[in-house]
């Protein structure tokens, strides 16, 4: 019953930064996980990284240089990315999930996906 909505996405060079946020309505319960994915054309869905009560983890291709955060107070969680490369081209989505072991979300809320495309 959270609804996500997904924002931020664009068009940047390589090298470049984009932000995406995820805002996040309705009751998340007293557990909550973040995730964000990404697909390309073509290809399958792909994590990025998950939040859970303060602890990320992130996909190895985009360690180092993507960050999830949350705010609190916005309920909106963000993802910042840096350095991107071409192959990180894909629609981004946000995910949530109230369960524990939901870990790929498939009982939790996804959001529309942003675009996101970066330019050689």
């Known amino acids: 019953q959270v609804q996500l909505v997904e924002s931020g996405g664009g068009l940047v060079q390589a090298g470049g930064s984009l932000r995406l946020s995820c805002a996040a309505s309705?009751?998340?319960?007293?557990?909550?996980?973040w995730g964000w994915f990404r697909q390309a054309p073509g290809k399958e869905r792909e994590f990025v990284g998950t939040?859970?009560?303060?602890?990320?983890l992130y996909a190895d291709s985009v360690k180092g240089r993507f960050t999830i955060s949350r705010d609190n107070a916005k309920n909106t969680v963000t993802l910042q990315m840096n350095s991107l490369k071409p192959e990180d081209t894909a629609v981004y989505y946000c995910?949530?999930?109230?369960?524990?072991?939901?870990?790929?979300?498939?009982?939790?809320?996804w959001g529309q996906g942003t675009q996101v495309t970066v330019s050689s």
């Open positions: 995910a949530h999930t109230s369960l524990l072991n939901d870990y790929d979300f498939k009982a939790g809320s």
């Open positions: 939040w859970n009560s303060g602890y990320i």
């Open positions: 309705g009751h998340t319960f007293n557990f909550s996980r």
